[in-house]
């Protein structure tokens, strides 16, 4: 059974980055089926994808977050990581990675439990 | 950005009801479109996928239907378990997620 667990600080200062990253078990990171990615949920409110990696290092953005955001594979490790800079209050939330299935459909098919960054002084 | 309005934002049933939330996309997304279920302090789950396919080991009162810009989950009997935040999510561009729909038992 495919497992995704997100790990990293949970508080973060105003202007500093936020760094995750997402260990996959039970299968590899390096499946030509798969892409991995990160999507977010600010407290009470709705999900918002940040964006997705191909094991390849291939990235696709949030237009949005762009200019802010790193997505990073290392496939020795099995793992994917995502670097959020020059993060605000409004970069508070919980931050979930997730396998993303980009063949014949596209869903978010196995999410990690989630893990709760504040951004504060 | 395709945006997706999802209605009604919360809504209170009985158990056996038929419950109904619409996503209306802000332009054509042919049937590019998914059905995740979150429980409280749980991740997503994913239902629905293209807009009518039941995903595996769903159970079938869950059901999804729509193309184009206007979509349709339904419960067909709501149970106690079925209490959660639903969301409906497009793929034509790049993914956006509606903005949920609460559903409370009455």
């Known amino acids: 059974q495919l497992q995704l667990q997100e790990s990293g600080p949970g508080l973060v200062k105003p202007s500093e980055t936020l760094s995750l990253t997402c260990t996959v078990s039970g299968g590899s990171i390096s499946s030509s089926s798969y892409y991995w990615g990160w999507i977010r949920q600010p407290p009470g409110k709705g999900l918002e994808w940040i964006g997705s990696i191909y094991y390849s290092g291939s990235t696709y953005y949030n237009p949005s977050l762009k200019s802010r955001v790193t997505i990073s594979v290392d496939t020795s490790k099995n793992q994917f990581s995502l670097k959020l800079s020059s993060v605000t209050a409004a970069d508070t939330a919980v931050y979930y990675c997730?396998?993303?299935?980009?063949?014949?459909?596209?869903?978010?098919?196995?999410w990690g439990q989630g893990t709760l960054v504040t951004v504060s002084s | 950005d395709i945006q997706m309005t999802q209605s009604p934002s919360s809504l209170s049933a009985s158990v056996g009801d038929r419950v109904t939330i619409t996503c209306q996309a802000s332009?054509?997304?042919?049937?590019?479109l998914n059905w995740y279920q979150q429980k409280p302090g749980k991740a997503p789950k994913l239902l629905i996928y293209d807009a009518s396919n039941l995903e595996t080991g769903v159970p079938s009162r869950f059901s999804g239907s729509g193309s184009g810009t206007d979509f349709t989950f339904t419960i067909s009997s709501l149970q106690p378990e079925d209490i959660a935040t639903y969301y409906c999510q497009q793929y034509d561009n790049l993914p956006t997620f509606g903005g949920g729909t609460k559903v409370e038992i009455k």
């Open positions: 332009q054509d997304i042919s049937n590019y």
């Open positions: 997730a396998r993303h299935v980009r063949r014949a459909k596209e869903v978010f098919d196995y």
